[in-house]
């Protein structure tokens, strides 16, 4: 029963690695101290790793926003947003 329990054990750590290879991957960035310190300091990251993701996921944020503006006035509705909210039947 133990061999059977740490034979588990491993397969479950080697998903786990697969899994994570499939969804992260590293890279090599040469990045100036005090920009990166600054960064940390400013998005309040416990790690360099998370002060970056942190910083990555703004800027797809605020360039998503970004396109979303830039849509402004371009789009026409046949109905009011009055009209679109009371007869959307999801909503009641």
Known sequence: MKDT????????LIH?????????SRTTI???????DELMSEVEA???TEAVVK????????KKMEKIK???G??????SADKLRHEDERLR
């Open 5 to 12: 329990i740490n034979i588990y054990k491993i397969f479950m």
């Open 70 to 72: 830039a849509m402004a």
């Open 16 to 24: 786990a690695i697969n899994l994570w290879r499939e969804y992260m």
């Open 30 to 36: 040469t990045l100036p101290n005090s920009l990166l």
């Open 74 to 79: 371009k789009m026409e509705f046949t109905k």
């Open 55 to 62: 910083a990555i996921k703004d800027e797809i944020r605020m």
């Open 46 to 48: 416990k790690s360099k």
